[in-house]
């Protein structure tokens, strides 16, 4: 599924808001996802997982052209951890088959 | 602070005009279609922010952590999320921002 595809079914779900409504406010969601990833910020939905970032400490690389040693700097870098209903629910597990869990909020 | 189902709901209302309801019903509309097409076994490809993948993994050995008991981890089906290159840039760039910000702070 491709975000104008996921833009198709929303719009044809929410009848009451137009198409283009509906593009802006999925071009306006993805958009405050990336935004606050980008500003170091988590994302937190509960159900479907947490977005954060994980750091990657600098280390040394090579110049492909050159064979160069290069120091490349650390970076963070964005994860995803899927919530316990979108576990499941990929798995195929209703959720009495599964154990007990706490979930961030 | 973590970004939120309701922050989100909030900008559309916000910035859109949708009504709260409508905000909100959207967002939650919006995780739950990605979840159903994971759920149908298809990938999920989002331009500008990620693609969320599906694998296979195979049953493998585990161990109880407080007991030590082995257990095996059965064969499932696990959701990967990959960053696309517009996200992993602007996080680089924050990451550049975070390290001046701390040798300024150093």
């Not at chain 2, 760039?93 to 150093?106: I, P």
Request: aromatic fraction near 6%.
């Amino acid at each position: 599924m491709t975000k104008s595809e996921l833009i198709e079914v929303l719009a044809r779900k929410q009848s009451q808001l137009s198409y283009k409504d509906v593009e802006t406010a999925v071009k306006a969601m993805i958009e405050h996802m990336s935004q606050s990833l980008s500003q170091g910020e988590r994302i937190e939905i509960r159900g479907f997982g947490s977005f954060s970032l994980h750091f990657r400490p600098p280390r040394v690389g090579r110049n492909p052209k050159t064979g160069d040693a290069v120091t490349l700097p650390g970076k963070f870098v964005p994860h995803f951890k899927p919530g316990k209903e979108l576990r499941e629910r990929v798995n195929g597990l209703t959720a009495d088959m599964t154990s007990r869990e706490v979930e961030p909020a | 602070m973590a970004l939120t189902k309701a922050d989100m709901a909030e900008r559309l209302f916000d910035e859109l005009g949708l009504n709260k309801r409508e905000a909100k019903e959207l967002v939650e509309l919006f995780f739950e279609e990605i979840r159903g097409a994971l759920e149908d076994g298809e990938q999920v490809k989002l331009s500008g922010f990620g693609n969320f993948d599906l694998r296979d993994k195979n049953q493998r050995p585990g161990r109880n952590p407080k007991t030590g008991e082995e257990i095996p981890i059965t064969a499932r089906r696990v959701v990967t999320f990959r960053p696309g290159q517009k996200l992993k840039t602007r996080v680089e760039e924050y990451s550049e921002r975070f390290a001046a910000s701390e040798l300024g702070r150093a």
